[in-house]
């Protein structure tokens, strides 16, 4: 515990899925936290079950794709909590699976200003901040950006830019003491993989399953362990590390999972109360209703 002691982090997509938990996790561990989210995320509410456990948390509700509202995020951290030691480019969207041919130009669009954009800029104005304090910055690539996956080839490659974002970064900040990591989760049970709330059909469901050999999606609490790790002072010595947490999909050879024993498909009972593991599914129409400028609030 308290392995975040009085560190400041700011989580971009703070509110949902794999964000929500790395949030409430870094909170037990002592972290002070920025929840950044879009208008319509659940950021408010988060922030109210950390303070409700203790912790201490602030809302930064804007679009950080947009270069004012990301150069406004670091500096809520600093006028909030005085300092910034860690940042989460968390933030990402999921719009659509489809073949390269069909795939939609808005799409593409859409990916490269929410994918790359705003961890581009967030990580511009964070830098500064956190060669004051030797801080790191963990951001979310993915097994798509690794290996590629077909009807996925977008998305794949914005995480792909992200891989080498990321290193290339943590080499030019080595010599400041600023360390940059990547988490690349595989399947995650969140409104991303599942037919109902996401871009996913029914086949690509059980395709990422079966291909995935310990036979199930990893949870969000599952991926934010790694991202603890990688924030704090025990991976003093790691960087531009590639951190897959995928139940080992980029290394399977066909539908193993299929093969996974009853007791190895059970997910793992978590400590964190989560409650909007499923939300944040990416929304094309909601999105170009946000295009123009957001303001910021807090």
């Known amino acids: 515990m308290n392995r975040l002691q009085d560190k400041v982090a700011i989580v971009t997509g703070g509110a949902?899925?794999?964000?929500?938990?790395?949030c409430k996790k870094f909170s037990r561990e002592g972290a002070k936290v920025i929840v950044s989210g879009f208008p319509e995320d659940p950021v408010h509410d988060v922030v109210k079950e950390i303070m409700s456990e203790g912790g201490d948390a602030a809302p930064f509700i804007a679009d950080i794709s947009i270069e004012q509202n990301a150069m406004n995020c670091v500096q809520f951290a600093i006028n909030t909590y005085g300092r910034l030691d860690i940042l989460i480019n968390n933030a990402g969207v999921f719009p659509v699976m489809e073949e390269?041919?069909?795939?939609?130009?808005?799409?593409?669009?859409?990916l490269v200003?929410?994918?790359?954009?705003?961890?581009?800029?967030?990580?511009?104005?964070?830098?500064?901040?956190?060669?004051?304090?030797?801080?790191?910055?963990?951001?979310?690539g993915s097994e798509a950006g690794k290996i590629g996956l077909g009807e996925n080839s977008v998305y794949g490659g914005t995480k792909g830019w992200m891989h080498a974002f990321t290193r290339g970064v943590a080499a030019?900040?080595?010599?400041?003491?600023?360390?940059?990591?990547?988490?690349?989760?595989?399947?995650?049970?969140?409104?991303?993989?599942?037919?109902?709330?996401?871009?996913?059909?029914?086949?690509?469901?059980?395709?990422?399953?079966?291909?995935?050999?310990?036979?199930?999606?990893?949870?969000?609490?599952?991926?934010?362990?790694?991202?603890?790790?990688?924030?704090?002072?025990?991976?003093?010595?790691?960087?531009?590390?590639?951190?897959?947490?995928?139940?080992?999909?980029?290394?399977?050879?066909?539908?193993?999972?299929?093969?996974?024993?009853?007791?190895?498909?059970?997910?793992?009972?978590?400590?964190?109360?989560?409650?909007?593991?499923?939300?944040?599914?990416?929304?094309?129409?909601?999105?170009?209703?946000?295009?123009?400028?957001?303001?910021?609030?807090?």
């Not at 390269?100 to 859409?110: K, R, T």
């Not at 086949?203 to 990422?208: A, I, V």
Request: hydrophobic share 35%; glycine share 10%; with cysteine.
């Open 16 to 22: 949902t899925g794999i964000g929500e938990a790395i």
């Open 100 to 110: 390269i041919q069909n795939y939609p130009l808005e799409a593409f669009d859409y």
């Open 113 to 140: 200003k929410n994918n790359i954009r705003s961890a581009f800029l967030m990580t511009r104005y964070a830098v500064p901040e956190l060669k004051k304090n030797r801080g790191c910055i963990v951001s979310a």
């Open 172 to 298: 030019e900040q080595a010599k400041y003491g600023i360390r940059a990591n990547c988490v690349c989760p595989g399947a995650i049970d969140t409104a991303w993989t599942h037919k109902e709330s996401g871009p996913m059909k029914a086949r690509h469901e059980q395709m990422l399953i079966s291909a995935t050999p310990m036979g199930r999606r990893g949870t969000v609490e599952e991926v934010a362990n790694a991202y603890l790790f990688l924030a704090s002072d025990e991976a003093s010595f790691v960087t531009g590390a590639l951190f897959c947490v995928d139940g080992g999909i980029t290394i399977s050879k066909g539908p193993i999972g299929k093969e996974a024993e009853s007791e190895v498909i059970k997910e793992p009972k978590g400590e964190l109360k989560l409650s909007h593991t499923m939300d944040g599914a990416t929304n094309m129409l909601r999105g170009r209703q946000r295009e123009l400028h957001q303001p910021y609030s807090d």
